[in-house]
């Protein structure tokens, strides 16, 4: 069975600070990992996504994260917060075989404080 | 351009009225996808679709449908079985490299 935490479902940051959204998994099987982005009233656009290439992966608008196994981690940074980064962030596993289902987490606001 | 379109943007459902909507993709993806999303509870799984003529139930199937004879399309109806339809409902797409890319979504609210 899979599962996704995402600790925190408001955060916020300073503009200009580091982001730092966390997201736990469980999956009993080799993961796929994906990072959303949401904007309000829209679909959610991929930011970045581990697929057991490299551990750090690096995405769009300058964000990046880490896989940690043994930590059973995927979080999300971004080392400048920009007023632009406001939204919704959205964790999801995947299982590297199977079907193409995913499990989301239920979602990080972030807030970019002027 | 390649995308997936959701229609409408905006879907006002009567009490005991099936509503039907649109998902349509020129990815060339075979895998589809309908998702409901609710404030606070992320995204849940209605209907999956891995190839034409074939779907499966996701998590909260109940009082949906859906078809799929094309491979570009996969409509849902919201069934006057589903009680709580009030929802941002969206759709995905996912080819061979597994990531399900999705469109902008239809807010469905009850009159």
């Known amino acids: 069975a899979q599962s996704v935490t995402q600790l925190g479902s408001h955060v916020s940051v300073s503009e200009g600070a580091l982001v730092l959204l966390r997201c736990n998994y469980s999956?009993?099987?080799?993961?796929?990992l994906f990072w959303y982005v949401q904007y309000p009233n829209q679909g959610l656009q991929l930011l970045l996504k581990?697929?057991?290439?490299?551990?750090l992966v690096k995405g769009i608008n300058g964000f990046e994260a880490e896989f940690k196994k043994s930590e059973t981690s995927f979080h999300l940074t971004k080392p400048s917060a920009h007023m632009s980064d406001a939204a919704e962030y959205f964790c999801?596993?995947?299982?590297?075989?199977?079907?193409?289902?995913?499990?989301f987490g239920t979602g990080t606001r972030l807030k970019v404080l002027a | 351009d390649g995308g997936i379109t959701q229609s409408p943007k905006y879907l006002f459902r009567k009490e005991g009225q099936n509503v039907t909507l649109s998902c349509e993709q020129n990815?060339?993806?075979?895998?589809m996808y309908w998702y409901r999303q609710d404030p606070g509870q992320g995204l849940r799984l209605i209907y999956y679709?891995?190839?034409?003529?074939?779907?499966q139930k996701g998590d909260i199937a109940e009082g949906y449908s859906v078809s799929r004879e094309k491979k570009e399309s996969f409509p849902l109806t919201v069934t006057s079985a589903q009680k709580n339809p009030t929802a941002f409902y969206l759709c995905?797409?996912?080819?061979?490299?597994?990531?399900?890319?999705f469109g902008p979504g239809t807010r469905l609210l009850v009159l």
């Open positions: 999801a596993v995947s299982g590297s075989s199977g079907t193409y289902k995913y499990i």
């Open positions: 999956s009993s099987v080799p993961p796929y």
């Open positions: 581990y697929t057991s290439a490299a551990t």
């Open positions: 990815l060339n993806h075979d895998a």
């Open positions: 679709s891995q190839i034409v003529n074939d779907f």
């Open positions: 995905a797409s996912a080819g061979q490299g597994k990531t399900q890319y």
